[in-house]
């Protein structure tokens, strides 16, 4: 069973990669962090770590959440058998020591860490992971992202409400997990550090039922429990003294959630929050021109594209010198500084930066995204539409968040400039952009589209949205190439991880070659933090967990 990808949205202001004024700040490598000084007089609590960001998160089931600003709270609260380097983006041990592979590829043994407790004390076992992953697959659970597990041997027959448990989940003892895969999956171990694969109590379930993943009854493995929560507006979260890496540093995080930009930020200069995320245009650049903000100011690339999509089963979409016309015709550099305030990283390729096995990462990328508007009308006349005559209105459906709002009436002048075509702009709530795709009657033609990966392996964007077939549920460019799923294919196999990645490169390559959709940037994230926190900030995909942090003076 499938569920659609959503268009993912990061909870923050997403921005366009690298620019000029703030290239310094971008580290794609690691954490961007403020210096460790000494923290200045506040009304905040001792080592009390005060964020601001700007939206609610939904409830912390690990089941069914699936947005980044949910994910970014409840990966401080439950843990999975690994994680996810911040550094290197491979996986490392999490309630999981260990684990090997059988010469299969389809049988991963996971020894679990001894010692490792909930938060309530109880012990964690292998059968409670067991129980988790079955109550994802739970139809009665409904979980929109059961597709990450649907590799598991007989993930299927319980999702589809046949059995009650996967055949392929067996705890082979109270320390060891036994995983069996349908087919081989080289990326496996960083597939089950996200939260569909967190581990749950079993016995909290099922004496609290829906409230168990509320304060007082949440119970989760995480460096941080969710202690109190004040309507939708202030969680307040305190250290975990049993979390297996031991006690952090930091011993109690409150999030107060603020709507307002501008608020957040006279709060922060305030003294009111040690670090603020979701950053507007408008706070950036006063932040950008105020001498103490620009230097807490940081900057983090994510790994994820922003893109124009194009049907390219219908008219005037499948001729592809039409595509590569709307990829020669927009200037993605000026993009980048007119529409989205000076920030970003233009890109003319499909995989972001810093993920293994990227055309980005080599120096290839620069064949790619190029802008000559000549050329774009030499091949648009081609295409049969000389001077941009006979070419059809087109309208770009796209979400009304502001970013791409703003970047869909950039690239709507360009191409009505450079080609001489009329486009137009049809924006709706994210909701309505999303079910557009759910039927081929509603599926719009050319439409903007963004997406963060979930975790930095290329499977996910390469097979999900580009092969033919089941795997390919989120294809909406309608993209097909038998040689491209072959090498994808291949590729989610192969364990080696530099195999796997040259196996991906060449895939994105043929992918390209095709220009089925026109990529635009990579998303980078803005946020404030004070000198004194350090670490605390933004990896390449979400929020730092509070874990790796320190308040100077206070608690580090």
Known sequence: MRSTIMKRRTGRFAFAGAAVCVAALVALGGISIASTVSRSASKAPSNTLRVAVEQSPDPFDPATLGDN????????????????????????????????????????????????????????????????????????????????????????????GKAKAAT??????????????????????????????????????????????????????????????????????????????????????TVDVVADPTARVARYQAGEFDAVFGLSAAALRQAQGDPTLKSQLHVKQQLGTSWLGMNNAVKPFNNIKVREAFSDAIDRKSLITVALDGLGHATGTFLPPGLPGAIANTPAASKYGGYDVTKAQALLAAAGYPGGKGFPAVTID??????DETVMQYVQAELEQNLHITIGI????????????????????????????????????????ATSGPNGFVNYEHYSSPAFDNLVNRAVATANDSKRAALYNQAETLFMSAQPVVPLYNQSVAWLAKPYASGVGQTAQYMAKWDLGALAGVGG
């Open 69 to 160: 600003r949910t994910i970014e709270l409840a990966q401080n609260v439950f843990d999975g058998l690994t994680d996810v380097s911040s550094t290197t983006g491979a996986a490392v041990p999490a309630l999981a020591t260990s684990w090997t592979v059988s010469p299969s590829g389809k049988v991963y043994t996971f020894h679990l860490r001894k010692g490792a407790k909930f938060q309530n004390g109880d012990p964690v076992t292998a059968a409670d992971f067991v129980y988790s992953w079955n109550r994802t697959l739970s139809p009665k659970v409904a979980s929109p992202y059961l597709f990450f597990l649907s590799g598991i041997a007989g993930a299927t027959a319980v999702s589809s």
């Open 168 to 253: 392929g989940i067996k705890a082979l003892n109270p320390t060891t997990l036994q995983v069996t895969l349908t087919t081989p999956a080289g990326y496996f171990p960083e597939l089950v550090s996200r939260w569909p694969f967190w581990v749950g109590h079993p016995k909290v379930g099922a004496k609290h039922g829906s409230s168990w993943d509320s304060p007082p009854h949440i119970v989760g493995t995480g460096a941080y429990q969710l202690t109190n929560v004040v309507g939708d507006t202030q969680y307040t979260f305190k250290a975990n003294p049993l979390y297996f890496a031991g006690a952090p540093k930091i011993g109690a995080v």
């Open 398 to 403: 796209t979400d009304n968040v502001s970013t």
């Open 426 to 465: 049809k924006s709706m709530p994210q909701n309505a952009f999303n079910a557009l795709f759910n039927s081929p009657k509603t599926a719009p033609p050319l439409y903007s589209y963004d997406f963060s990966l979930d975790y930095p392996d290329a499977q996910e964007m390469l097979q999900y949205f």
